[in-house]
């Protein structure tokens, strides 16, 4: 008779313990359900983010475009200007 107590016994502990796991379970699912909207705006803001910074390398290389094109364009001009004007100046003196 011992034997079917001891095995009763187990069995409500073992009972106990899968209802205490299951409140801890309970509890862990509530708190990652609060947390889900803080996670959920964390991965908007990375996105956000991560077309803000696709957006600038796109910039960039369209004033680096604007740059190259133009300083091929502007340099020859300013020194032929400055060519035009030293040669004025000393035409003076």
Known sequence: MSDAIEITDSIRTIE????????????????????QDEFDTIEDIIQQTQREVQWSHQEIDAAENYMWKYRYLVTPICFGVLTALTGVVYGIF
Do not use: G
Not at 16 to 35: A, R, S, T
């Open 16 to 35: 106990k313990d899968v209802v205490q796991l299951k409140e801890c379970m309970d509890i862990l699912h509530d708190e990652v359900q609060l947390q």
